[in-house]
Each structure stands twice: as structure tokens, then as C-alpha cells.
Nanobody, 120 residues
Framework: QVRLVESGGGLVQPGGSLRLSCAASGSIYRINAMGWYRQAPGKQRDLVATISSGGSTNYADSVKGRFTISRDNAKNAVYLQMNSLKPDDTAVYYC??????????????WGQGTQVTVSS
């Protein structure tokens, strides 16, 4: 079993910043892709950013230049630095981590979600 724990959400004013963290624990042999997704009320869950095992990143057009995804392989963790936040960024943010356990099973795990609210 691989468990993800997220932290860092909250209420912030437009133009402000937040940093989300997500740490994985369990029988992890290797982590491949890591990413962040978000879901606003009444909408589908959308990709925000991903980072590969080699460090290649991919961002949704709506967050390019404002958000930065990073990872710490030693800590099995992924982060999302969010700057210049806008009300449209309000959503529940979920981390996603994919990889393999020590018994060669693939896993595709999700965090519990953390609320980000951008409002004055």
C-alpha cells in the first residue's frame, strides 16, 4: 500500500502565494511520474502540472509562468509552488504519484485533496 499525505492549502488573497506538499509512504521501490490536479465545484478534475522521473515538467496553459512543480526523490515528495494566485485557481488540489512497489506491483495513488481558496 502506498499512502499520500497532502498539506499546504488554505485561503489566500488574489496575487498571493501558496506552496502545496505531498509525501508518499509505503513499500515504494520506484516513483515515476508525479503530478498535481485540481477540481473546482461542478467541474471535472483537471491536470495542473506533472513532473517525470527525469525532471521534465508539463503545465496547464492556465498556470504556466505562475506555478512551479518540483520533487524530492529522497523524500518521495512532490511540491507545487503557486504564485500570483487568481480566484479561478480556487479548487481542491490533489497530488498523484505513480510507480512500483518492492514486490513489482504498479501503483497509481491519489492524495486526500487540499482546498485552495483565492478570495479577497
Amino acid at each position: 500500500q502506498v499512502r499520500l499525505v497532502e498539506s499546504g492549502g488554505g485561503l489566500v488573497q488574489p496575487g498571493g502565494s501558496l506552496r502545496l506538499s505531498c509525501a508518499a509512504s509505503g513499500s515504494i521501490y520506484r516513483i515515476n511520474a508525479m503530478g498535481w490536479y485540481r477540481q473546482a465545484p461542478g467541474k471535472q478534475r483537471d491536470l495542473v502540472a506533472t513532473i517525470s522521473s527525469g525532471g521534465s515538467t508539463n503545465y496547464a496553459d492556465s498556470v504556466k509562468g505562475r506555478f512551479t512543480i518540483s520533487r524530492d526523490n529522497a523524500k518521495n515528495a512532490v511540491y507545487l509552488q503557486m504564485n500570483s494566485l487568481k480566484p479561478d485557481d480556487t479548487a481542491v488540489y490533489y497530488c498523484n504519484i505513480r510507480g512500483y512497489t518492492w514486490d513489482s506491483r504498479g501503483f497509481d495513488s491519489w492524495g486526500q485533496g487540499t482546498q485552495v481558496t483565492v478570495s479577497s
